[in-house]
């Protein structure tokens, strides 16, 4: 069951009872603060697994740990538990990353309905079945390698497909040292032909003598177990850096190396307005599918209430989450818009004069009566800049609520303005899980979320419009690691000598 049950409820007893009549295996996950959170004691069985994957840095699920140890608890995988349910001796590894090969497809998908209006439960037997929410726009989603369009898949089918993986032995392994070694060396004389080709005034023989330290080397570090992929940029790397040395020592006039300047800058740009055309590409398509999430989710419950004939309570609850799924795509679009009329403003224009000091002891208090936490400000106090207050505003207060959303309740928020050169500082630290090395950057992207959110409310839209409107105001913002855990964000400004 891909479904945390910390709360009992009622019901529960019954819901015991049927576990306990086959084997089972109930979810575990993580908290906030790193803790188990375990099914409630009614239905606790003696199996359970945890649901915790290893993103990689572009947000795709490829592995995960066979088991995972937190706060002094050793916890095997679900899919490694599930997959033992029909498989006693499957030997348990600790502490290996598993790697499905994701080419167990399709995992047959039954609607709960179907079971219990029908009854057509002959489907289910002598199957392993997972339990778990897939509806668009509801539960966790992540990306696989093999994700139809690139769209996220319920987690409940990832674990499902990663423990077939594991019973069919379809997992990945690293290649022996000795295929990388080869690999690489075929692959380092095949780019060597390839580049030497062309290029007449080098013969092929004596770019190949001068490259075979850099194809041994390669080869030798190979034995070092490093990945073919990292292998396969490097060779290339080399072996144009190699030819193009020779190539610029064999010619003399400056006519020649001014031409060959020119090239280069140009594909340059070339590879710049492509790269741009990319992003914007990619750009589009993000905004089309986080549209499509919730509104997804509203022609569901629209159905719902069409279709059915729901209790007073239940249409009233269902009426409900409409107005939440719309509310949240008017903010979505809301958001959207002060970010493309951003870039039509001009800063010259309508920059002005503005107390970043008294700004934030301004903003810092109104958001302290609004919560119960506390927030400590340390501000140098007249400090100037030039820009718009409505929009430093927001990133005072998109940055000042963040840290109250990720942080512990008890721990305070720290709020700080300072000079730095010629620059203004302005920090906010919390002591919330922090933002790994490898997403620092990547946060402050369009639709972008830490891993470490968790199921955090937000549209991945806060901490864009926050990047967006420093860069309008020629400044930067940063995410650090902070001075007791947590996280700083830090926002640089010029500072304004104007009168």
Same mark, same amino acid.
């Given at each position: 069951?891909?479904?945390?049950?910390?709360?009992?409820?009622?019901?529960?007893?019954?819901?015991?009872?049927?576990?306990?009549?086959?084997?089972?295996?109930?979810?575990?996950?993580?908290?906030?603060?790193?803790?188990?959170?375990?099914?409630?004691?009614?239905?606790?069985?003696?199996?359970?697994?945890?649901?915790?994957?290893?993103?990689?840095?572009?947000?795709?699920?490829?592995?995960?740990?066979?088991?995972?140890?937190?706060?002094?608890?050793?916890?095997?995988?679900?899919?490694?538990?599930?997959?033992?349910?029909?498989?006693?001796?499957?030997? %348990?590894?600790?502490?290996?990353?598993?790697?499905?090969?994701?080419?167990?497809?399709?995992?047959?998908?039954?609607?709960?309905?179907?079971?219990?209006?029908?009854?057509?439960?002959?489907?289910?037997?002598?199957?392993?079945?997972?339990?778990?929410?897939?509806?668009?726009?509801?539960?966790?989603?992540?990306?696989?390698?093999?994700?139809?369009?690139?769209?996220?898949?319920?987690?409940?089918?990832?674990?499902?497909?990663?423990?077939?993986?594991?019973?069919?032995?379809?997992?990945?392994?690293?290649?022996?040292?000795? %295929?990388?070694?080869?690999?690489?060396?075929?692959?380092?004389?095949?780019?060597?032909?390839?580049?030497?080709?062309? #290029?007449?005034?080098?013969?092929?023989?004596?770019?190949?003598?001068?490259?075979?330290?850099?194809?041994?080397?390669?080869?030798?570090?190979?034995?070092?177990?490093?990945?073919?992929?990292?292998?396969?940029?490097?060779?290339?790397?080399?072996?144009?850096?190699?030819?193009?040395?020779?190539?610029?020592?064999?010619?003399?006039?400056?006519?020649?190396?001014?031409?060959?300047?020119?090239?280069?800058?140009?594909? %340059?740009?070339?590879?710049?307005?492509?790269?741009?055309?990319?992003?914007?590409?990619?750009?589009? #398509?993000?905004?089309?599918?986080?549209?499509?999430?919730?509104?997804?989710?509203?022609?569901?419950?629209?159905?719902?209430?069409?279709?059915?004939?729901?209790?007073?309570?239940?249409?009233?609850?269902?009426?409900?989450?409409?107005?939440?799924?719309?509310?949240?795509?008017?903010?979505?679009?809301?958001?959207?818009?002060?970010?493309?009329?951003?870039?039509?403003?001009?800063?010259?224009?309508?920059?002005?004069?503005?107390?970043?000091?008294?700004?934030?002891?301004?903003?810092?208090?109104?958001?302290?009566?609004?919560?119960?936490?506390?927030?400590?400000?340390?501000?140098?106090?007249?400090?100037?800049?030039?820009?718009?207050?409505?929009?430093?505003?927001?990133?005072?207060?998109?940055?000042?609520?963040?840290?109250?959303?990720?942080?512990?309740?008890?721990?305070?928020?720290?709020?700080?303005?300072?000079?730095?050169?010629?620059?203004?500082?302005?920090?906010?630290?919390?002591?919330?899980?922090?933002?790994?090395?490898?997403?620092?950057?990547?946060?402050?992207?369009?639709?972008?979320?830490?891993?470490?959110?968790?199921?955090?409310?937000?549209?991945?839209?806060?901490?864009?419009?926050?990047?967006?409107?420093?860069?309008?105001?020629?400044?930067?913002?940063?995410?650090?690691?902070?001075?007791?855990?947590?996280?700083?964000?830090?926002? #640089?400004?010029?500072?304004?000598?104007?009168?």
């Amino acid at each position: 069951m891909d479904l945390l049950l910390p709360e009992e409820g009622p019901g529960d007893e019954l819901l015991a009872k049927a576990l306990n009549r086959g084997p089972s295996a109930l979810a575990v996950g993580l908290d906030e603060e790193g803790h188990w959170v375990l099914p409630n004691r009614v239905l606790r069985p003696s199996v359970v697994g945890h649901v915790s994957f290893d993103l990689d840095r572009d947000g795709v699920v490829r592995r995960f740990s066979s088991t995972k140890e937190m706060s002094g608890i050793s916890m095997p995988a679900l899919p490694v538990a599930a997959a033992r349910l029909g498989n006693d001796p499957l030997p %348990i590894p600790v502490g290996v990353m598993i790697r499905p090969g994701f080419r167990t497809r399709p995992i047959a998908a039954v609607s709960a309905a179907s079971i219990l209006e029908a009854g057509h439960v002959e489907v289910l037997k002598d199957r392993i079945v997972f339990i778990g929410t897939s509806a668009a726009g509801v539960g966790d989603r992540f990306i696989s390698p093999v994700s139809q369009g690139g769209s996220p898949e319920p987690g409940v089918q990832i674990e499902a497909i990663s423990a077939q993986a594991l019973l069919s032995k379809d997992l990945l392994r690293p290649a022996s040292p000795l %295929i990388n070694a080869l690999l690489a060396f075929g692959l380092g004389l095949l780019v060597t032909f390839l580049l030497a080709l062309p #290029r007449r005034s080098i013969p092929l023989i004596g770019s190949g003598l001068v490259l075979a330290p850099f194809l041994i080397s390669a080869a030798s570090l190979s034995y070092l177990r490093l990945e073919l992929a990292a292998l396969s940029v490097l060779f290339p790397l080399l072996l144009t850096g190699v030819l193009m040395a020779l190539d610029r020592s064999r010619r003399s006039s400056a006519e020649m190396n001014t031409a060959q300047g020119r090239i280069s800058e140009l594909e %340059i740009l070339q590879e710049s307005i492509s790269e741009t055309r990319k992003q914007d590409a990619e750009a589009r #398509r993000v905004v089309a599918h986080e549209l499509k999430t919730p509104l997804t989710s509203v022609r569901g419950l629209a159905q719902l209430l069409a279709q059915f004939d729901l209790s007073p309570s239940e249409r009233n609850r269902v009426a409900l989450m409409v107005v939440s799924e719309t509310s949240r795509l008017a903010q979505m679009v809301d958001a959207l818009l002060d970010l493309e009329r951003l870039r039509l403003r001009d800063f010259d224009r309508d920059a002005k004069l503005l107390d970043l000091s008294a700004l934030c002891i301004e903003r810092v208090g109104f958001l302290r009566a609004g919560t119960q936490r506390d927030i400590v400000a340390n501000i140098v106090m007249g400090q100037h800049v030039l820009g718009d207050k409505a929009l430093l505003e927001r990133v005072i207060e998109n940055l000042v609520s963040n840290a109250i959303k990720f942080s512990p309740a008890g721990t305070p928020i720290r709020v700080g303005v300072r000079v730095e050169e010629s620059l203004a500082v302005f920090e906010v630290e919390d002591h919330g899980p922090g933002v790994p090395m490898q997403e620092r950057e990547r946060i402050f992207g369009r639709f972008a979320r830490g891993s470490a959110q968790g199921l955090a409310p937000g549209l991945g839209l806060g901490l864009a419009l926050v990047a967006e409107v420093v860069g309008w105001h020629h400044g930067s913002v940063e995410a650090a690691e902070g001075t007791d855990g947590g996280s700083i964000f830090r926002v #640089r400004l010029p500072l304004s000598r104007r009168p």
